[in-house]
């Protein structure tokens, strides 16, 4: 939840995903209920079940995929490689908040050989602190990633460090019945976004849903704003705490969306992206920025009316090719009391084999490895995997592509102080800098 | 053996014989034998070693944590010492910390002058055996009953701006839980709503011990229902009244959970614990700036604390 999500974030965790929204990671990986109920006590799983290893016929797996789905289909891709290989996977699960809040205890103890997480910041700051090990060896015998792929695996050194298994694209969502029955086009320029939203406000439209009750999804505005207004390698500077937020550059992505603001629904500090997904779902808005996912508030038989364009060209020298996509895959953890069999293991994990188990069994997910045979995926499914596949660069989503405790900490209440009041810019942006400068500090 | 007497007099006190052949070493006058000195020790050894580890060593070490930058990572011979520089951030660049300390006071103050009186209040009616009153003591005492998860639920349900029960109700559209000028009334009302119950609760236990006679002396000399009750029921409850202002205090300085459910208090919806919680537990592992949040919260319990326990001292004294 978000990580941010959670929480003492115990107690959030206590909280059924009704209640505290579900965040869109779990919702992916699917903790909801059961596993969030259970985690407290899940705890204690964390990081000590590496007893098991040793011979070298098995090898460990430390897993977020508590909810029961995901975790199915990790068991048939692990039997999947005991077939091929002949080596024993011990999956070690863990509640998805739960092993997120604690994966720095978790990868200092007695971590398991291989464990799932995310592409992204956290991912190169393991690698840094030589948290995870370097599987660039892995990475030779891979194939079918394009290099977007690739460049979210590598560590700051130029090793890889990460396999890519499943992701997911953020995207303007829409129904296809409306915008027929209004006549819409899909707009490529701000211009044009900006028109069609405004003629939405005629029709007795909201243009935009909105939802930033759990801090998060404000997130995803931000990013694709900077993205389209600043680029890529911007994006991860900032988050690097390498540029200044007190920058025009910044300042600009602000006073852009100062002039959205109005078009996206009032009061979004007390909704649930959940809440803002029904408002499209029940046709009173036109278009929601987020993740796949939202596709979880419609029922079966409108998934088809589900459509989705890529946020419009705001400046024509950056273009609009990139995008957020968080990846989900696997990591080796400093030293693996198995290291031939976690690396057998992952280059399973990042094979066609395992992409085609997952593709099959669960059609929540994109899989990342292009060689996967896709042709079980839905209309939507193929416009997103698609999407990413021409996109130039892939970011990972803002509070996986910092440090956790700048986008928990400082981003989300500055966010949503900017959401309250969008005037500040100037006031909130040097408010941002001094706390990124007391936290980034080597 | 399970009959042993408090004080062994056969044992322990020297038997006379032995003090009328004076002319030894005079031995001292032993009161306790020595099982009961063991356990005695143990009685003393056990639960200060409790609280010493489990109370006063993290107390500790939060406050030197505080004094650092630890992230969470890497051992602790590497942790870098940043004198009061958290303490600093916290006041000067943490815009969420000001709004937390009111957030605090304004807890307390709408705990102590509205919750905590209703709740006697209703002590005092539930008291009075009207007909049904078990039915209400059950209804009033449930929100204490509920999980939290549900008592958010049930909110949840009430606040909701786009499908909550009130603004469904009354047609308006305002948004209980968004608007950072009305959530904290929003949530406070839902904490009164659980604090009432709980108060109710002690203080009827209270009410139910006092002797009846006593009330029954007052209607006789004459005295009003609401007169008996200031000048002789309550005086007489003064312990009852002194648990209640500590559990008032004390809900008030570790309200945490309503908030927590809401929106991980954030966006008006600060408080000190709520902020101590965000940084340090999960994956931000602020742990050093979070430690200074935890000092500063451990200065303001102390504070009342102190109030409480020179208060009871010296009226102890008198």
């Keep these: 939840m978000s990580r941010p999500q959670s929480q003492a974030e115990y107690l959030a965790r206590l909280v059924p995903p009704s209640v505290a929204g579900i965040n869109r990671r779990s919702l992916l990986a699917g903790a909801a209920g059961t596993g969030a109920l259970l985690g407290t006590g899940l705890l204690a799983g964390c990081g000590d079940d590496s007893g098991s290893g040793g011979s070298s016929k098995d090898v460990s797996l430390g897993s977020n995929q508590s909810d029961p789905k995901p975790k199915d289909v990790l068991v048939k891709v692990t039997d999947g490689f005991k077939t091929s290989s002949g080596v024993q996977v011990a999956v070690n699960t863990v509640d998805h908040n739960t092993f997120q809040e604690n994966i720095n205890n978790y990868l200092q103890g007695k971590p398991d050989d291989v464990f799932t997480w995310f592409a992204g910041y956290r991912m190169r700051f393991f690698a840094q602190k030589g948290l995870a090990s370097d599987i660039s060896d892995v990475w030779s015998k891979l194939s079918g990633y394009s290099d977007a792929f690739k460049k979210a695996s590598t560590g700051d050194d130029g090793k890889q460090y990460f396999v890519p298994a499943t992701y997911y694209p953020w995207a303007v969502f829409y129904r296809k019945s409306v915008w027929q029955q209004h006549g819409y086009q899909v707009p490529t320029t701000m211009d044009q976004f900006t028109a069609l939203s405004a003629q939405m406000k005629k029709d007795g439209l909201i243009p935009i849903a909105f939802a930033d009750k759990d801090g998060w999804p404000a997130m995803g505005t931000f990013d694709i704003l900077n993205l389209r207004i600043n680029g890529y390698q911007f994006h991860i500077d900032l988050m690097a705490g390498k540029e200044a937020w007190t920058s025009d550059k910044v300042k600009k992505v602000f006073d852009t969306w100062a002039g959205l603001l109005p078009l996206h629904q009032p009061d979004s500090l007390g909704r649930t992206w959940q809440e803002a997904a029904q408002s499209l779902q029940q046709k009173k808005s036109g278009m929601y920025l987020l993740g796949l996912f939202v596709g979880q508030q419609f029922s079966n038989d409108e998934q088809d009316d589900l459509d989705f364009f890529t946020f419009p060209e705001i400046d024509p020298a950056i273009g609009a090719k990139a995008l957020d996509a968080p990846i989900d895959g696997y990591m080796m953890a400093r030293k693996p009391k198995n290291e031939d069999n976690a690396r057998k293991l992952l280059e399973y994990f990042g094979g066609k084999a395992a992409a085609d188990i997952n593709l099959k069994n669960d059609p929540a997910v994109l899989v990342a490895n292009s060689g996967a045979d896709v042709g079980g995926y839905t209309a939507l499914q193929k416009k997103a995997a698609e999407l990413v596949g021409s996109a130039t660069e892939i970011a990972q989503f803002l509070d996986r592509d910092t440090r956790p405790d700048f986008a928990s900490t400082v981003i989300i209440p500055a966010l949503q102080q900017f959401i309250k009041n969008p005037k500040d810019i100037g006031g909130l942006t040097s408010s941002i800098e001094n706390q990124k400068k007391s936290i980034f500090t080597d | 053996m399970s009959d042993l007497p408090l004080i062994q007099a056969d044992r322990a006190v020297p038997p006379p014989a032995t003090t009328t052949s004076t002319g030894g070493r005079r031995r001292r006058l032993r009161l306790l034998s020595r099982t009961d000195r063991v356990v005695i020790t143990l009685m003393v050894l056990v639960p200060l070693l409790l609280v010493t580890g489990f109370v006063w060593l993290p107390a500790a070490a939060t406050v030197l944590l505080s004094g650092t930058n630890w992230d969470g990572i890497g051992p602790f011979n590497e942790i870098e010492f940043v004198g009061v520089r958290n303490y600093s951030d916290v006041v000067n660049i943490y815009p969420p910390f000001v709004p937390a300390i009111q957030h605090n006071l304004l807890w307390l103050a709408a705990l102590f002058v509205v919750a905590t009186p209703f709740g006697m209040f209703l002590a005092v009616l539930l008291d009075k055996e009207l007909r049904g009153s078990r039915f209400y003591?059950?209804?009033?005492?449930?929100?204490?009953?509920?999980?939290?998860?549900?008592?958010?639920?049930?909110?949840?349900?009430?606040?909701?701006?786009?499908?909550?029960?009130?603004?469904?109700?009354?047609?308006?559209?305002?948004?209980?839980?968004?608007?950072?000028?009305?959530?904290?009334?929003?949530?406070?009302?839902?904490s009164g709503w659980r604090h009432v119950g709980y108060i109710m609760l002690l203080y009827l236990a209270g009410l139910k011990g006092v002797d009846p006679s006593l009330r029954e002396a007052a209607a006789v000399d004459g005295a009003s229902e609401s007169r008996a009750f200031f000048r002789v029921v309550f005086p007489v409850m003064r312990p009852i009244n002194i648990i209640v202002l500590v559990v008032t205090v004390i809900e008030s300085l570790r309200a945490f959970d309503l908030v927590w459910v809401v929106n991980k208090g954030r966006n008006g919806l600060e408080l000190i614990s709520a902020l101590v919680t965000q940084n340090v537990v999960g994956e931000a592992s602020r742990i050093g700036f979070g430690s200074a949040l935890a000092t500063i919260m451990l200065v303001v319990s102390l504070v009342f604390i102190t109030i409480y326990l020179a208060t009871v001292m010296r009226e102890n004294r008198e």
């Design chain 2, 137 to 190: 003591q059950t209804a009033l005492y449930l929100p204490v009953v509920l999980s939290l998860a549900l008592i958010g639920f049930v909110w949840q349900l009430l606040y909701s701006r786009d499908q909550g029960l009130i603004n469904a109700v009354f047609g308006s559209s305002i948004d209980w839980y968004g608007d950072s000028n009305v959530n904290i009334w929003a949530v406070m009302v839902a």
